[in-house]
Structure formats: structure tokens, C-alpha cells
């Protein structure tokens, strides 16, 4: 038996899904070959996480992607934890600088789910963009 999202858990996407799209839409990039799959690897731990927080409030700095692909799986494990009721992003960058997103779940007290699934590892754009659309010009 399929699962089907709650309206919430639709809403809860679709504001995520325009935070991404919202990190930079500055300069449009070629599409990239790539195998787009919604079962990829996307959790991190939770040092990870804070570290790449960290670096981020340290060196806060222009994105310099257009946005990322995060893959099904790690939504349906987010949205799957108990007491969830949406998702916060925090911007984010890796050691190496390049800019990414932690996804965490959050309760109905608005604390962040540490304990839970936290992501992160996006699939940058570019060079991983969709074709050309009113998104990315």
C-alpha cells in the first residue's frame, strides 16, 4: 500500500523546495549529465552538521550555486519521525567553502530534532541543473 503525503507534509515541501530555489538565482548554467534518482544519500551525523553551520556564520558569504537536489528518500525519512511538523534548512558551507543546506526536523515546540535524521549533501546546480525554465534564467 502507497503512503500519500498529508496536505501538511505537501505544504512543508513546497516551502523547502522555494528555500532552495531561493539560495542564488544569479547566473544560469548549463545542464549537467547526471543520474537524478530519489534514493541518495543525504543524512549526515550531527557534528557534521554543526560544523558546517559553523563555517558558514564564520565566513557567511554570497552563494555561489544556484540551488541543490536532495532526492525523495531523505524528505520520507524526515517527514516520517515521530512529532515531527515541518522541516527547518540552515544555511550551511563545508570546509572547503563550497555552500550547502542542513535539513533537520522540527517538534511542536519548534526545537530542532537533533537526535532524529538531519541532511545535508546536496547535489549542487550548478553543474547539476534542470534544463532551462523560469526557475533558473
Known amino acids: 500500500m502507497k503512503k500519500i503525503l498529508q496536505p501538511r507534509s505537501i505544504i512543508v515541501l513546497a516551502v523547502l523546495v522555494v528555500s532552495i530555489v531561493g539560495l542564488a538565482l544569479f547566473l544560469p548554467a548549463p545542464r549537467a549529465a547526471a543520474q537524478y534518482k530519489?534514493?541518495?544519500k543525504h543524512a549526515v551525523t550531527l557534528d557534521s552538521a554543526a560544523k558546517y553551520i559553523q563555517n558558514?556564520?564564520?565566513?557567511?558569504?554570497?552563494?555561489?550555486?544556484?540551488?541543490?537536489?536532495?532526492?525523495?528518500?531523505?524528505f520520507d525519512k524526515i517527514l516520517a519521525q515521530p512529532g515531527l511538523v515541518g522541516i527547518r534548512y540552515y544555511y550551511a558551507a563545508k570546509d572547503d567553502?563550497?555552500?550547502t543546506l542542513v535539513?533537520?526536523?522540527?517538534?511542536?515546540?519548534?526545537?530542532?530534532m537533533v537526535q532524529g535524521v538531519i541532511a545535508e549533501?546536496?547535489?549542487?546546480?550548478?553543474?547539476?541543473?534542470?534544463?532551462?525554465?523560469?526557475?533558473?534564467k
Open 97 to 99: 567553502g563550497s555552500p
Open 103 to 112: 535539513l533537520v526536523g522540527v517538534d511542536s515546540t519548534g526545537d530542532d
Open 121 to 136: 549533501y546536496i547535489w549542487p546546480c550548478p553543474p547539476l541543473c534542470s534544463s532551462s525554465n523560469a526557475l533558473n
Open 56 to 74: 558558514f556564520k564564520k565566513h557567511p558569504v554570497a552563494p555561489t550555486i544556484q540551488g541543490g537536489f536532495f532526492g525523495r528518500n531523505i
Open 38 to 40: 530519489a534514493n541518495q
